[in-house]
């Protein structure tokens, strides 16, 4: 079984000592009790144990000292993660950016180096590079690392991503609140769940919101999610045997394959297209391909193999696809028969503006 864990900044903050040696120590423990399975965890902490070497007293809130911040933290982390296992198993760290998702070759790279690190048996510690990371990491690129943690939890075809936290899981409302019951169970992440979240952690960026939406994209890809208390006796086994937190099950019946989970969950959007009603009928219905007489108009620059919206005539986005012409191309012929691409344009890469791997959104 492949498991992706993921660690917050707060269990992970272990005050003027830096990181929490000991958290990571019962971690490390148990992983390498479990050598039947494969490893992978997904980490934050580099700004938090950068301000205790820096003696930082307060998160700051420009961009460039939380890059440097990440910086100096980040060989600390590395090192605390390497002291817990003590040379008991092969770790390698792992740094990535929001583009190395959403670009479809650096992914497929991305997913590549991960399953060869874990076919020898090699642990990834992966962590966001907030030191180039050009959004604004006040809000995160990936939500303190829980969506990273579900997008690499897609990318290996994990089993299960256990979200380590310093609650129990996801209440029906906010647990300071008098009668506030801990969800045991959730079958499928709808509106109903993300209404339930509210607050950020102190020394995170995510927050309970971050872990209902990173459980959602997992959980489409047919992984199973548990979101825990990091800080209970044994708490891999115990979330394995889902004696604790709250369990999102996988959405099997609905299961996205690879290809249209990344489009629907890690892709960007580069431009959009605006559909006929047909076009519309087809794709809900039918998901068949998008055929330039049922374009009337496009919008942004876009190249061929980029992942664009598919939108009606209300502007309201149908679905995301990948578009086999440049929008320059499109332009061209939108509106024109199938048989005309080749006399407009001079070649015709293929029949279909967008094809079938469509996905519709929600």
């Known amino acids: 079984m492949r498991i992706v864990i993921k660690l917050g900044s707060s269990l992970l903050d ?40 820096l003696k930082y007293t307060e998160k700051p809130k420009d961009v460039a000292t939380l890059q440097a911040l990440a910086a100096v933290g980040q ?17 390698a760290q792992v740094l990535l950016t929001n583009p190395d998702f959403s670009d479809r070759m650096r992914y497929l790279n991305i997913r590549n180096t991960l399953n060869t690190l874990l076919s ?15 959004m604004d990491i006040k809000k995160a690129a990936f939500g303190d690392n829980d969506t990273l943690s579900a997008h690499v939890a897609a990318a290996i075809e994990a089993d299960v991503l256990i979200i380590l ?41 995510g927050g309970m919101l971050s872990k209902v939406n990173a459980a959602k994209i997992a959980t489409e890809a047919g992984i ?15 979330a394995l045997k889902e004696e604790i937190g709250t369990v999102f099950s996988p959405v099997n019946s609905l299961r996205l394959n690879r290809k249209k989970h990344w489009i629907m969950f890690a892709s960007e959007s580069r431009g959009k297209i ?49 578009t086999n012409y440049f929008s320059h191309e499109i332009e061209k012929v939108k509106g024109k028969n199938v048989e005309d691409i080749y006399r407009i344009l001079g070649f015709a890469y293929e029949d279909a503006v967008s094809s079938s791997d469509m996905v519709l959104t929600e």
Do not use: W
Request: aromatic letters at 4%.
């Open 14 to 53: 272990g005050g003027k000592n830096g990181v929490n040696s000991k958290l990571l120590s019962s971690i490390a423990n148990q992983i390498v009790s479990m050598k039947e399975h494969g490893f992978a965890i997904v980490t934050s902490g580099a700004i938090s144990t950068g301000m205790k070497k």
């Open 75 to 91: 060989s600390n982390l590395i090192d605390a993660y390497e002291e817990a296992f003590s040379d008991r198993k092969i770790l």
């Open 120 to 134: 020898n048996k090699v642990i990834p510690i992966i962590n966001e590079n907030d030191t180039v990371t050009v």
């Open 165 to 205: 936290t310093n609650t129990d899981g996801l209440y029906d409302k906010p647990p300071s609140e008098k009668g506030a019951k801990l969800i045991r169970k959730v079958e499928r992440v709808t509106e109903r769940e993300i209404s339930m979240c509210s607050g950020t952690s102190k020394l995170g960026r």
């Open 224 to 238: 199973r999610v548990i979101v825990c208390d990091g800080e209970k006796e044994d708490v891999l086994i115990s």
């Open 274 to 322: 605006y559909v006929n009603e047909k076009a519309m009928h087809c794709t809900i219905n039918q998901d068949c391909g998008i055929s330039p007489s049922d374009i009337h108009k496009v919008e942004g620059e876009f190249k061929k193999g980029d992942v664009i919206d598919i939108a009606g005539d209300d502007g309201e986005i149908i679905c995301k696809g990948i």
